[in-house]
T-cell receptor
Framework: GAGVSQSPRYKVAKRGQDVALRCDPISGHVSLFWYQQALGQGPEFLTYFQNEAQLDKSGLPSDRFFAERPEGSVSTLKIQRTQQEDSAVYLC?????????????FGSGTRLTVV | QKEVEQDPGPLSVPEGAIVSLNCTYSNSAFQYFMWYRQYSRKGPELLMY????GNKEDGRFTAQVDKSSKYISLFIRDSQPSDSATYLCAFHSQGGSEKLVFGKGTKLTVNP
């Protein structure tokens, strides 16, 4: 497609439930990023993939968060045993090469609400 | 000290006004400087990008970087109601992680 596609757009989860968020990057983009944006805050880095390799996961807040990109295209961010503090917008971004050279294109995000 | 400081506003201006948005940063490794615009319920979109001190102009937008003071600015001339959005400064390190470090964002409203 023309842009980065994320699904679902909205997700309401009961505390303790597992959720999976999907990101379809722009075709041919090798770099893929996940960010978490809390209300009234800027995006915070979670993790980075180059093709299928997860090169940086330093931003994942706990071992309840897991991301994968098994074939180097679609990526899934999984959150286990969701907590209220996980409520946020989860943004996916992709880039043709290194982001600083080619720029990043963001999706519209998945708004997760944990009740 | 936070890595990036950005006044969250909100900022409200009349149509046609000149808008000045600012960020300070503390990390000397930041070498790439960006401004993103984020409309409500949308992802950030890149507005301006530079890697050197000085000014860069694109239409009604001017990005200014002062590396010695660790200070960046975005100026919007002849502001329009369609400029109403949250503006995020973002930084990227040279030779380090690929991640972007964002400010909190400044919410701007341009009133017709």
């Amino acid at each position: 497609g023309a842009g980065v596609s994320q699904s679902p757009r909205y997700k309401v989860a009961k505390r303790g439930q597992d959720v999976a968020l999907r990101c379809d990057p722009i075709s041919g983009h090798v770099s893929l990023f996940w960010y978490q944006q809390a209300l009234g805050q800027g995006p915070e880095f979670l993790t980075y993939f180059q093709n299928e390799a997860q090169l940086d996961k330093s931003g994942l807040p706990s071992d309840r968060f897991f991301a994968e990109r098994p074939e180097g295209s679609v990526s899934t961010l999984k959150i286990q045993r969701t907590q209220q503090e996980d409520s946020a917008v989860y943004l996916c971004a992709s880039s043709y090469g290194q982001g600083r050279d080619y720029g990043y294109t963001f999706g519209s995000g998945t708004r997760l609400t944990v009740v | 000290q936070k890595e990036v400081e950005q006044d969250p506003g909100p900022l409200s201006v009349p149509e046609g006004a000149i808008v000045s948005l600012n960020c300070t940063y503390s990390n000397s490794a930041f070498q790439y400087f960006m401004w993103y615009r984020q409309y409500s319920r949308k992802g950030p979109e890149l507005l301006m990008y530079t890697y050197s001190s000085g000014n860069k102009e694109d239409g009604r937008f001017t990005a200014q970087v002062d590396k010695s003071s660790k200070y960046i600015s975005l100026f919007i001339r002849d502001s329009q109601p369609s400029d109403s959005a949250t503006y995020l400064c973002a930084f990227h390190s040279q030779g380090g992680s690929e991640k972007l470090v964002f400010g909190k964002g400044t919410k701007l409203t341009v009133n017709p």
